[in-house]
């Protein structure tokens, strides 16, 4: 909203509210499941929490929950943050420096243009890449029950598991590779210096210069 339509009004707080109750209500669904058919059993004398779901035809019922799962925090996402960023580059890109510029403040601002699109793709890839082996897992599971009896399951389940946690981790990474150079310019040491002027003396006054 800021950039595409920065004189339109935000969301106002009721507004704001009600979004994030909407997120939170969504996501207690999605998670009751697990949490309702959830129990503790004893595998080789260690204690173990799993998810013990009802037997139906064909695990239809679980292939069906694992669909929606998957639609809602994976491909909906996806689909959000791609649209958001196009529009977001589009505009950016349509928008021309203002008043007659040189050539370099223009090739500066084409720069700048191509190094939000390169931000804009490898964190929508990264998100895409760091959730969809973690989704395979489940919906893989569903077809061969047999994977999850295999020795080393729960190491690949971890494994999978912290990759999707860990996605978001890599955002501020892409910016700051992406953008190192505007992040020196902010931790640059200030060059300017004070001189004293000529003030009379014990005023305290001081001069700031480049």
């Excluded at 339109?8 to 999605?30: F, K, M, Y």
């Excluded at 084409?110 to 490898?122: E, G, H, N, R």
């Excluded at 999978?160 to 946690?165: N, Q, S, T």
Aim: aromatic share 14%; charged share 10%.
């Amino acid at each position: 909203m800021a950039i595409v339509h920065p004189f339109q009004p935000r969301l106002s707080a009721p507004g704001t509210r009600a979004v994030i109750a909407g997120i939170w209500l969504v996501a207690l669904a999605l998670a009751f499941p697990q949490c309702f058919y959830s129990t503790i059993t004893m595998d080789e004398g260690a204690t173990k929490c799993v998810v013990a779901w009802p037997e139906d035809s064909g695990g239809k019922t679980l292939l069906l929950y694992h669909l929606v799962v998957i639609a809602l925090i994976y491909f909906l996402p996806l689909v959000v943050m791609f649209v958001a960023y196009s529009v977001i580059g589009l505009t950016l890109w349509r928008r021309s420096v203002p008043g007659h510029q040189a050539h370099g403040a223009n090739l500066r601002h084409l720069q700048a243009k191509k190094k939000f699109v390169k931000t804009m793709v490898l964190v929508v890839v990264t998100f895409a890449i760091c959730w969809l082996p973690y989704h395979l897992y489940f919906i893989l599971g569903t077809f061969q029950e047999d994977i999850y009896c295999h020795k080393f399951i729960q190491q690949v389940y971890l494994a999978l598991f912290w990759l999707a946690m860990s996605s978001t981790m890599y955002n501020p990474i892409i910016y700051c590779c992406l953008n190192h150079r505007d992040i020196q310019t902010i931790h640059k040491p200030n060059r300017a210096f004070v001189a004293q002027t000529s003030y009379p003396p014990g005023t305290g006054q001081k001069e700031v210069r480049d």
